[in-house]
C-alpha cells in the first residue's frame, strides 16, 4: 500500500469519544503498512487490515482494532529532521523537514486529581538521572549506556529502613500503577514518595539501616509476608557504558594531558561529570510518560474533570459530536476511560488518583470518585449505581480522604494525560513556517536519492569523487527537480579555517547525490577533530541541531562547566559523525553502507530481488562474484579518502597522533598488505 493511504502511524496520538461520551486518548502502536497479507499471523492478535490501525487506550493499555475512521488524530509523533508535507487533495506538494519541535501537555499530578494545562516538555525533568541505550559524554570519550545500577532507600510505616539495588526492586509492585506489564504504558522507572508492596523475604538481601523488633521478628518467622514501603531515595551507584571514540579538546593539551579511555564501570566521582547526548529529548514525550515538575506561580491548574470537558471542547470544535450532550456531562464526571468496565481498570484508575505523592505512607481515597458520587446523585442510571458500588467498596479499604494542595515551587511527580506539538518546518524552497500544529502534516517515511533540502551536502553524481569539492543546497524547486547549489572547497592546512567559495549554480537533482562524509542531520552524535574554528567551537562532543544554506552546521555541545550546553556553528569539516539515534530501538546505527556486506547491499536489491536470495542457483553466483569487483573498488576509494582526509587531520593536529591511534593504523596497514597479495596488486 503507498505512504499516502495511511492516515495515522506508530506512535501518534488518537482520540475518540466512547458511546457514554467520555473523551478517550490512545497511542498508535502499528498500522497497516507492515501487515501481512497471508493469514499465517499470531492467532492471538487480531491482524491490522488496511484502512485500520492497532491502538493502544490510555491509561490502562487495552489494545484494539479499530478503523481509521473511528478516531480523531489529536497529535503528530514527529522528530526534528523528520521529513513532512501538507496534505492537499490531489497535488504532489513540496517536502520539508522539522527543524523544531515544541511539545505541550497536560500533566497529572500523581497523587492528586489535579491537572497541569500546558506545561511545556522543556520544563519536565525525567525521574532518572541515566539510562540506557543513550551516548554519553566524560572526559571527551564517547560511548553508549549499556546499563544502569542504582540503589533504593526503603522506609516501612514503623520507620524501618533498608537500601535495595534496583533489580530487587523491580520485583515489587506499584501500588498505584496496577497496569498489565505487557501495556504499553506501564513505566518501570522510581521516584521518592513511591508506594511499593511486597514480601519481606525479597528484602532480606538488603543493607537495613534501621529495624524494628516488630519487622525483625517478620523477617525471622514470616518472611512472606507482604509489606508496603516507601522509596525515600535513589541513588545512581554505577553506569557500564561501551566507549566508541574520543573528541579532540583543544591545541594546548598535550600528549600527557590527553585521559586513557575510561573503564566499561564509570562510578564514584566520575558518574558527576557524565554528559547525557539526548539534546532532543523534549520532543519524545508521549501520554503515560512520567517526569518531575516544579510548579510555577503562573501555572494552570484544574481538577481532572474540568479539563476533560476543556480537551474535549477543544478538541471537538469544528468535529460533529455524536453523543447526547447529557450523557457526555455524566460520563466526564464519572469519567469510565473504557468501554468494558473491567474492575481491574477501575482499581488501576482508582489507584493512580488516588496516592499521595508525599512520603507518607498512607494510601488516599479516590477523589475523583467521591466528587462524581456526589453530582451522580441525581442520576439514577443503573451503570452509575454498580460503580457507585465499587468505589464505596474501594472507599472503604483505602481509609480516609487526603488530598495533597500544590504551590509554587513544589516538586512534584506527574504523569502525562496529553500532548500538543508545533512544529517549525524548513520547506524546499528555502521557506521556514513556525508553529505549525503538527496534526496539519503529514510524515514522509520513504524518500528516493533525489529529493533534497536547504542545508544539505552534496557532490557531483559523476564518476570520480572529488574529496575537496562540495555543495550546500540552497533552494530545491519540488516539480521541477531542480537545486541551486553554492559550490565550495574545503580549506586545507596553513589556510584561512573557512571553506573557499567557488561559484552558485542551478543543477539537476538527478546529477546531485549525498556527500559521503558530510551526512549531518538534526539529532547526529558528532566530535570535533579539528580546531580550525578556534576554541569556541565547543569542547567534547554533541548533538546536530540544523543545516544551514550558509554552510555550516549548528551544533549543540556538552561541554563541562562554562561550557555545558554551547551552541556554535561549524564548517562540516571540523566534525566526524559518531552516529544517528534509533527512534524505534533507542540505539545507534551505522550507515548502511557501513554495518557489512549484507545491509550495505539491501539498498541496491529490490523486494523481489530479496525474495529469491533463497533460491539462488549455482550459475547465479558467478554473477555475483562479477558483481563484487566494482564493490569492493568503491569500497576501497572510500578507505582512500578517509586516509587522505586523516592525514589532513594529523596535519593540523599533532597530538591527536597517540599511542593507540598509531597502533591501530599500523593493524589496517597489514591488513592492506594481506588484500595485496589476495589480489596480487
Not at 499471523?41 to 487506550?57: F, H, L, M, N, Y
Not at 566494482?630 to 582512500?640: M, N, S, T, V
Request: proline share 4%; with cysteine; charged share 30%.
Amino acid at each position: 500500500m503507498a505512504n499516502h493511504d495511511f492516515k495515522y502511524f506508530y506512535e501518534d496520538e488518537v482520540f475518540r469519544i466512547t458511546k457514554k461520551g467520555a473523551l478517550q486518548f490512545g497511542m498508535v502502536i502499528e498500522n497497516a503498512e507492515f501487515a501481512s497479507s497471508d493469514e499465517s499471523s499470531d492467532e492471538e492478535e487480531q491482524p491490522v487490515k488496511a484502512g485500520q490501525i492497532r491502538v493502544a487506550w490510555y491509561p490502562q493499555g487495552s489494545e484494539e482494532v479499530v478503523p481509521e475512521r473511528k478516531v480523531h488524530l489529536a497529535d503528530r509523533s514527529l522528530m526534528p529532521g523528520d521529513v513532512v508535507r501538507r496534505l492537499v487533495q490531489g497535488k504532489n506538494t513540496q517536502r520539508g523537514y522539522c527543524r523544531d519541535v515544541k511539545v505541550y501537555s497536560s500533566v497529572q499530578v500523581i497523587g492528586t486529581n489535579q491537572v497541569i494545562f500546558g506545561v511545556q516538555s522543556e520544563d519536565l525533568t525525567p525521574l532518572e538521572a541515566f539510562k540506557s541505550d543513550i551516548l554519553i559524554g566524560l572526559d571527551g570519550w564517547v560511548g553508549m549506556v549499556r546499563s544502569v545500577k542504582s540503589n533504593l532507600t526503603l522506609r516501612f510505616t514503623d520507620g524501618s529502613k533498608v537500601i535495595v539495588d534496583d533489580e530487587v526492586a523491580e520485583d515489587l509492585d506499584d501500588i498505584r500503577d496496577k497496569r498489565d506489564p505487557e501495556c504499553e504504558f506501564k513505566r518501570y522507572d522510581f521516584y521518592p514518595g513511591q508506594i511499593l508492596f511486597g514480601p519481606v523475604k525479597s528484602l532480606e538481601g538488603g543493607q537495613w539501616i534501621e529495624c524494628s523488633p516488630d519487622i525483625q521478628s517478620t523477617r525471622k518467622h514470616k518472611p512472606h509476608k507482604a509489606f508496603k514501603v516507601t522509596v525515600e531515595e535513589i541513588d545512581f551507584i554505577s553506569l557500564g557504558v561501551s566507549w566508541i571514540c574520543r573528541a579532540y579538546f583543544s591545541s594546548t593539551t598535550s600528549t600527557e594531558e590527553t585521559k586513557a579511555q575510561p573503564k566499561f564501570k564509570v562510578e564514584g566521582e566520575s558518574l558527576a561529570r557524565v554528559k547525557m547526548l539526548n539534546v532532543f529529548e523534549p520532543c519524545t514525550l508521549q501520554i503515560g510518560d512520567r517526569n518531575f515538575y516544579t510548579m510555577k506561580e503562573n501555572d494552570i491548574v484544574m481538577m481532572k474533570s474540568e479539563w476533560k470537558k476543556l480537551q474535549k471542547d477543544q478538541l471537538m470544535k469544528g468535529k460533529k459530536d455524536k453523543p447526547a450532550k447529557k450523557v457526555a456531562k455524566l460520563a466526564e464526571v464519572e469519567h469510565i476511560d473504557d468501554d468494558d468496565n473491567s474492575s481491574e481498570f477501575e482499581d488501576c484508575e482508582a489507584d493512580s488518583d488516588a496516592a499521595s505523592v508525599s512520603s507518607h505512607d498512607s494510601s488516599s481515597q479516590n477523589i475523583e470518585g467521591k466528587s462524581g458520587k456526589k453530582k451522580v446523585k441525581h442520576q439514577p442510571g443503573l451503570m452509575t449505581k454498580v460503580l457507585k458500588k465499587k468505589k464505596l467498596k474501594k472507599t472503604k479499604k483505602t481509609g480516609p480522604l487526603t488530598m495533597m494542595v500544590v504551590k509554587p515551587g513544589d516538586k512534584v511527580v506527574t504523569e502525562t494525560l496529553s500532548t500538543r506539538s508545533e512544529v517549525d518546518v524548513v520547506w524546499q524552497d528555502g521557506s521556514v513556517e513556525k508553529a505549525i500544529p503538527s496534526a496539519e502534516l503529514y510524515p514522509i517515511h520513504h524518500l528516493d536519492d533525489h529529493e533534497f533540502f536547504p542545508g544539505d551536502f552534496v557532490t557531483e553524481a559523476k564518476e570520480g569523487f572529488q574529496p575537496h569539492s562540495y555543495g550546500v543546497v540552497q533552494d530545491v524547486d519540488h516539480a521541477g527537480r531542480c537545486c541551486k547549489v553554492k559550490w565550495f572547497r574545503t580549506y586545507t592546512e596553513g589556510a584561512q579555517p573557512q571553506p573557499i567559495y567557488v561559484s552558485t549554480a542551478d543543477a539537476s537533482a538527478y546529477d546531485l547525490k549525498d556527500h559521503p562524509d558530510f551526512k549531518y542531520r538534526p539529532g547526529s552524535i558528532v566530535i570535533r577533530v579539528m580546531n580550525c574554528a578556534g576554541d569556541d567551537c565547543g569542547l567534547g562532543a554533541g548533538q546536530v541541531l540544523d543545516n544551514h544554506p550558509s554552510g555550516q552546521v549548528s551544533v549543540w555541545w556538552a561541554g563541562e562547566g562554562e561550557n555545558e550546553g554551547v551552541r556554535s556553528a561549524c564548517w562540516p569539516q571540523d566534525l566526524y559523525k559518531v552516529g544517528e539515534y534509533d527512534s524505534d530501538e533507542g540505539e545507534l546505527w551505522e550507515d548502511e553502507d557501513e554495518s557489512g556486506d549484507e545491509s550495505g547491499n539491501d539498498s541496491w536489491e529490490t523486494e523481489e530481488e530479496q525474495e529469491g536470495m533463497e533460491d539462488v542457483k549455482e550459475e547465479e553466483l558467478h554473477t555475483d562474484e562479477m558483481d563484487i569487483k566494482p564493490k569492493l573498488a568503491a569500497k576501497i576509494e572510500k578507505a582512500r579518502i578517509a586516509m587522505t582526509r586523516l592525514e589532513e587531520i594529523f596535519s593540523e593536529n599533532p597530538t591527536l597522533q597517540t599511542q593507540g591511534v598509531m597502533k591501530q593504523l599500523l593493524d589496517v596497514y597489514k591488513d592492506c598488505r594481506y588484500l595485496d597479495r589476495l589480489m596480487g596488486t
